[in-house]
């Protein structure tokens, strides 16, 4: 408690200083915490304590104990005939290697007096002869006085003793001689994986040497519709490597390799070397359609993750759609158009979004959302793309309208000159969140009609990429969302300025590697994770490289994902759910509320927002991957080296070198014999690329070499 004087500011007033005067009590008695009752002094030991099992620590624990004791049951008859039958092989050999008299042998063999030794070793191999057959006519003779004596119930007793033996004898050890190491640490997986078999999948797969083994960090565990387990690999081992021969582990364990699942374990609990392994007990993507979470909502926030399927193990997977952009490409009738719905169904169900649709199929798959869509077009005409452009060049200027009013913001709004939550709902300052999606982009990115911009000459599909460009780069840090889906994922569809702004991919099934690097990124094959190779029968199923600028992609390089089901009769629901959200709010606009007409823009302004992105190309030219990924690291030196080793191209872009090889002969380079300087400065001859060839192939792409 305190006192205040109330004479205080009068002696301030007249230039006197004193301090205020505080009343307080002394407390010598500082609080103890309470006892523990003799109850949880008991527990905590007992959850700490290692003496105590840890199958009667836990429920789960004890569960997993059950299930490995059945299993042992189970399998008992078999392990003992088994390891009898070890056993007695082990017996005979090592009886052969001493009745040969093999180390006495080998001794004068590596003293070289083998010859010296002859009469010695064959005497003592007779001996040796002898005394095998004597023991065997006295066990002999003995089994036949005890038979006499106690009848055939002592034999079986004895022939159980000497099987016991031969079982003991014949058991598998760790490192002993003759025998196969197994796992270090736990003695089994589990009573359905046996550990014998996942060291030797990881050496037929090359992940390990022959002479090394895993170490188990948690006991296998049955967990959902599969087996998981986590192990370290030895020193300099990488998880990187078992993901990216995902496929040859697979193999190994003679299961599909959708089937699974290899994951680096990150965080706190994790390190370089230590893997997560799923397998699936069965196709983890067939069954029935899995239905959208979303259709049981009344509404969403934009701001959340948006459901968009599940993985392997049934998680469910989100997409974080705003600060990014996403690109989906398949063959046709793969499930892209639904899986371009489930991000858009979020939007259209947050009554503050602002959608811009644009279906270049020009049917009725996205009709129903021209009742929600500030913008729409639908159709795959000239005119359409037409449309198309002067929507985006409103779009382009409304970018650089909101950084304008985005200036004036006082930091407690607009802390990070970033969009928020706050900002995006306020409607005075009017920048909702707005979305550009655009099915069968292609149509309007391959339109070939001529059109002079900027003063340079290029095309209306080509102008149409450089607005989304803009869009997708400048766009996401004042709600701009770009949402591209094409049947045709190749390099002259998705110019490459396009596809590096696009920071979330999704690949459900294409025709080949290339294709699949063009939607999920380059390289991502030499990682494990190839969307061609994705089975026709699943439909929906596809490889999600989300951003990594997200929450979504911070911990996550790609996964395969089974998308979410949305039929037509359920996407007209949500369309006609958002339409009466915008109606209760009085945020329904544009082309839903009978508005189409354009706002006027300043056409100078939005070229020159585009040329100072170095959005707008002339003519522009697409080298391959990896040939523009070796050009790109060689700069100024194409010029003035005449070799570059292929090993130092395979370190420098961390590509797999078989793959590298491939990929670069395809592009018209193939390796040849040169002489280059190794680290201790001698010249070598090895393999790689003469500077001359890089520069011939690029121009036959349309480079400049």
Same mark, same amino acid.
């Given at each position: 408690?305190?006192?205040?004087?109330?004479?205080?500011?009068?002696?301030?007033q007249?230039?006197a200083?004193?301090?205020?005067?505080?009343?307080?009590?002394?407390?010598?008695?500082?609080?103890?915490?309470?006892?523990?009752?003799?109850?949880?002094r008991?527990?905590?030991?007992?959850?700490?304590?290692?003496?105590?099992p840890?199958?009667l620590?836990?429920r789960?624990?004890?569960?997993?104990?059950?299930?490995?004791?059945?299993g042992?049951?189970?399998?008992?008859?078999?392990?003992?005939?088994?390891a009898?039958?070890?056993?007695?092989?082990?017996?005979f050999?090592?009886?052969r290697?001493?009745?040969?008299?093999?180390?006495?042998?080998?001794?004068?063999?590596?003293?070289?007096?083998?010859?010296?030794?002859?009469?010695?070793?064959?005497?003592?191999?007779?001996?040796?002869?002898?005394?095998?057959?004597?023991t065997?006519?006295?066990?002999?003779?003995?089994?036949?006085?005890?038979?006499?004596?106690?009848?055939?119930r002592?034999?079986?007793?004895?022939?159980?003793?000497?099987?016991?033996?031969?079982?003991?004898?014949?058991?598998?050890k760790?490192g002993?001689p003759?025998?196969?190491?197994?796992l270090?640490?736990?003695?089994?997986l589990?009573?359905?994986?046996?550990?014998?078999?996942?060291?030797?999948?990881?050496?037929?797969?090359k992940?390990?040497?022959?002479?090394?083994s895993?170490?188990?960090?948690?006991?296998?565990?049955?967990?959902?519709?599969?087996?998981?387990?986590?192990?370290?690999?030895?020193?300099?081992?990488?998880?990187a490597?078992?993901?990216?021969?995902?496929?040859?582990?697979?193999?190994?364990?003679?299961?599909?390799?959708?089937?699974?699942?290899?994951?680096?374990?990150?965080?706190?609990?994790?390190?370089?070397?230590?893997?997560?392994?799923?397998?699936?007990?069965?196709?983890?993507?067939?069954?029935?359609?899995l239905?959208?979470?979303l259709?049981?909502v009344?509404?969403?926030?934009?701001?959340?993750?948006?459901?968009?399927?599940?993985?392997?193990?049934?998680r469910?997977?989100?997409?974080?759609?705003?600060w990014? !952009?996403? @690109?989906?490409?398949? +063959?046709?009738?793969?499930?892209?158009t639904? %899986?371009?719905?489930? #991000? /858009?169904? &979020?939007?259209?169900?947050?009554p503050?979004?602002?959608?811009?649709?644009?279906?270049?199929?020009?049917?009725?798959?996205?009709?129903?959302?021209?009742?929600?869509?500030?913008?729409?077009?639908?159709?795959?005409?000239?005119?359409?793309?037409e449309?198309?452009?002067?929507?985006l060049?409103?779009?382009?200027?409304?970018?650089?309208?909101?950084?304008?009013?985005?200036?004036?913001?006082?930091?407690?709004?607009?802390?990070?000159?970033?969009i928020?939550p706050?900002?995006?709902?306020?409607?005075?300052?009017?920048?909702?969140?707005?979305?550009?999606?655009?099915?069968?982009?292609?149509?309007?990115?391959?339109n070939?009609v001529?059109e002079?911009v900027?003063?340079?000459? !290029?095309? @209306?599909g080509?102008? +149409?990429?450089?607005?989304?460009?803009?869009? %997708?780069?400048?766009? #996401? /840090?004042v &709600?701009?969302?770009?949402?591209?889906?094409?049947?045709?994922?190749?390099?002259?569809?998705?110019p490459?300025?396009l596809?590096?702004?696009?920071?979330?991919?999704?690949?459900?099934?294409?025709?080949?590697?290339?294709?699949s690097?063009?939607?999920?990124?380059?390289?991502?094959?030499?990682?494990?994770?190839?969307?061609?190779?994705?089975?026709?029968?699943?439909?929906?199923?596809?490889?999600?490289?989300?951003d990594?600028d997200?929450?979504?992609?911070?911990?996550?390089?790609?996964?395969?994902?089974?998308?979410?089901?949305?039929?037509?009769?359920?996407?007209?629901?949500i369309?006609?759910?958002?339409?009466?959200?915008?109606?209760?709010?009085?945020?329904?606009?544009?082309?839903?509320?009978?508005?189409?007409?354009?706002?006027?823009?300043?056409?100078a %302004?939005?070229?020159?927002?585009?040329?100072n992105?170095?959005?707008?190309?002339?003519e522009?030219?697409?080298?391959?991957?990896?040939?523009?990924?070796v050009?790109?690291?060689?700069?100024?030196?194409?010029?003035?080296?005449?070799?570059?080793p292929?090993?130092?191209?395979v370190?420098?872009?961390?590509?797999?070198?078989?793959?590298?090889?491939?990929?670069?002969?395809?592009?018209?380079?193939?390796?040849?014999r040169g002489?280059?300087?190794?680290?201790?400065?001698?010249?070598?001859?090895?393999?790689?690329?003469?500077?001359?060839?890089?520069?011939?192939?690029?121009?036959?792409?349309?480079?400049?070499?």
């Amino acid at each position: 408690m305190s006192t205040y004087d109330e004479s205080l500011p009068a002696q301030r007033q007249s230039g006197a200083v004193e301090s205020a005067v505080f009343d307080a009590e002394l407390i010598d008695d500082v609080p103890q915490a309470p006892s523990l009752t003799r109850w949880q002094r008991f527990m905590n030991w007992w959850q700490r304590s290692r003496h105590v099992p840890l199958a009667l620590k836990s429920r789960h624990a004890a569960k997993n104990a059950l299930l490995r004791l059945a299993g042992l049951l189970l399998w008992s008859p078999w392990w003992f005939v088994s390891a009898v039958g070890r056993g007695a092989v082990a017996v005979f050999r090592t009886w052969r290697k001493w009745v040969r008299v093999h180390d006495y042998r080998e001794a004068a063999e590596q003293s070289e007096k083998l010859a010296d030794k002859f009469i010695e070793i064959r005497e003592l191999t007779l001996f040796r002869w002898k005394v095998t057959g004597m023991t065997v006519v006295a066990v002999a003779t003995a089994g036949a006085v005890v038979y006499l004596l106690y009848g055939g119930r002592a034999l079986w007793i004895a022939a159980a003793v000497v099987g016991l033996g031969m079982a003991v004898f014949g058991r598998r050890k760790d490192g002993a001689p003759g025998r196969t190491p197994t796992l270090s640490g736990p003695r089994s997986l589990t009573w359905m994986m046996d550990p014998q078999m996942l060291v030797d999948a990881f050496r037929d797969a090359k992940l390990i040497g022959k002479d090394e083994s895993l170490r188990l960090v948690e006991r296998a565990s049955h967990d959902g519709a599969g087996w998981a387990v986590t192990v370290d690999l030895p020193a300099t081992r990488k998880a990187a490597d078992v993901i990216k021969n995902r496929e040859a582990l697979a193999s190994a364990l003679a299961v599909d390799e959708l089937q699974l699942i290899a994951e680096r374990v990150r965080g706190r609990g994790g390190h370089a070397g230590r893997v997560f392994l799923w397998v699936a007990d069965s196709d983890p993507y067939a069954g029935p359609p899995l239905q959208f979470p979303l259709l049981d909502v009344e509404r969403w926030d934009a701001w959340q993750p948006i459901p968009f399927g599940r993985d392997a193990r049934s998680r469910r997977v989100d997409m974080q759609l705003v600060w990014t !952009s996403l @690109l989906i490409g398949a +063959i046709p009738r793969q499930g892209k158009t639904f %899986a371009t719905r489930l #991000p /858009a169904a &979020g939007l259209i169900l947050d009554p503050h979004a602002r959608l811009y649709v644009f279906d270049g199929k020009g049917g009725k798959d996205w009709e129903a959302a021209a009742n929600v869509a500030h913008r729409f077009v639908c159709g795959d005409e000239i005119e359409h793309a037409e449309r198309i452009r002067g929507h985006l060049v409103e779009l382009v200027a409304e970018v650089q309208a909101r950084y304008a009013r985005m200036s004036t913001l006082d930091d407690d709004l607009c802390p990070e000159s970033k969009i928020t939550p706050a900002i995006s709902q306020d409607r005075d300052l009017g920048m909702p969140i707005t979305a550009v999606i655009i099915d069968e982009v292609q149509v309007y990115l391959e339109n070939p009609v001529r059109e002079d911009v900027g003063g340079k000459k !290029s095309t @209306l599909g080509a102008y +149409i990429a450089d607005l989304l460009t803009y869009l %997708a780069r400048k766009g #996401p /840090a004042v &709600g701009i969302v770009v949402i591209l889906a094409t049947q045709r994922p190749d390099s002259n569809t998705i110019p490459s300025r396009l596809r590096a702004v696009l920071g979330s991919r999704f690949a459900l099934r294409v025709m080949d590697w290339r294709d699949s690097n063009i939607v999920l990124g380059e390289q991502i094959t030499t990682r494990g994770f190839d969307a061609s190779t994705l089975l026709p029968g699943h439909k929906g199923v596809g490889i999600l490289r989300p951003d990594a600028d997200t929450d979504t992609g911070a911990d996550m390089i790609a996964k395969t994902v089974r998308t979410y089901f949305m039929a037509n009769p359920d996407w007209r629901t949500i369309c006609e759910r958002g339409r009466a959200l915008r109606q209760e709010a009085g945020t329904l606009t544009g082309h839903a509320a009978g508005d189409d007409e354009q706002r006027a823009v300043d056409p100078a %302004a939005v070229l020159k927002a585009l040329s100072n992105g170095a959005a707008i190309e002339e003519e522009a030219v697409t080298i391959p991957e990896p040939l523009a990924s070796v050009l790109d690291y060689l700069g100024d030196d194409l010029d003035d080296r005449e070799f570059v080793p292929t090993a130092e191209l395979v370190a420098a872009l961390d590509v797999e070198p078989t793959m590298f090889g491939r990929q670069m002969g395809e592009c018209g380079c193939q390796p040849r014999r040169g002489r280059a300087a190794s680290e201790d400065g001698t010249i070598r001859q090895v393999r790689g690329y003469y500077t001359a060839g890089l520069r011939t192939a690029a121009a036959e792409h349309g480079g400049d070499g």
